[in-house]
């Protein structure tokens, strides 16, 4: 900083003189200036209805999060287009004053599509439509525990831990909670260097042994292209599933496991579609990860649990 040369301060007056002869150049001239100004703006019409449904929807307020505030509301609304009414329209920006836009926004906030989950100075809410992904999530997991799918022998279980001898207890008991509680989802938590990747690879040897079809996926493509590399399964991207939704051609069957690395990365409305996919098709899904390095994108973000179900 003592090197550093002194920065220039070109005088307010200066700078608007220059900016007056700029635009008059281009045609903006003083009495152009005021013959666009001092109008009364045209009132816009909005369909209140149509507009709070798309901002509760799927790529609306809680597009990129779960939750928000009313000050998050508040910009939300302002930056989120209006629906046309007229299919042959585009929408348009939200154009009034601030009172407008308080009021708007506290309509939002009492209507049917959102629902309040704090009662603090700044209480957080969420939509309808975000709290329905999840139960059908919670749902799902809870319906597909001890369904008995795609069990492994002992000693199919006994012959791939044999192969991967290097495996630490943790690992060998994951390999064995994957293979054998029989539940059609089931998610682990895997830090850093803990060697999920090799464990995948010891599960997926048990599986294929026995008679199983496994594949891979992740969210990201160099996640998807290591997962193939190390563990030896056919792997495609996240999206890649998610764009398959012809009924009579799923890529998914009844003696498939799908496994999902870095299933922090994976959204509360991706991990919905492939959690019906695997319902539908009577697959499994197996979903490893570690929220602690990285989170989704978009709304949610699965963030998996320890595998300590009790056995009841």
Known sequence: MRTRPAKNHTPADALIASWRERAARHGLTPDALAAVTGHEPKGQEVDEAALFASLAGAEGICSGGSVFSRSEALAALANHPVP??????????????????????????????????????????????????????????????????????????????????????????????????????????????????????????????????VLGAAVKGEATRTLAAETGIECETVAWYLVQTDPQSLPLDSRTILVVDEASTLSDRDLDTLMDMAATTGASLRLIGDPAQHGAISAGGNVPRPMRTPRT
């Open 84 to 213: 046309a009414a007229d299919d042959d329209q585009h929408p348009q920006p939200l154009l009034c004053g601030a009172a407008r836009l308080i009021e708007l926004t506290d309509r939002f906030l009492a209507s049917e599509h959102v629902v309040a989950l704090t009662d603090a100075d700044e209480p957080l809410y969420t939509t309808v439509e975000m709290l329905g992904v999840q139960d059908r999530i919670a749902a799902r997991f809870a319906k597909g525990l001890h369904r008995g799918a795609h069990l492994v022998t002992d000693a199919h279980v006994e012959a791939a831990l044999e192969q991967h001898s290097h495996l630490t207890g943790e690992q060998r008991r994951l390999v064995t909670e994957w293979c054998q509680r029989g539940h059609r989802f089931q998610a682990a938590i895997g830090r850093a260097g803990a060697g999920k990747t090799t464990t995948v690879a010891a599960c997926a040897d048990a599986w294929t042994a026995a008679g199983y079809r």
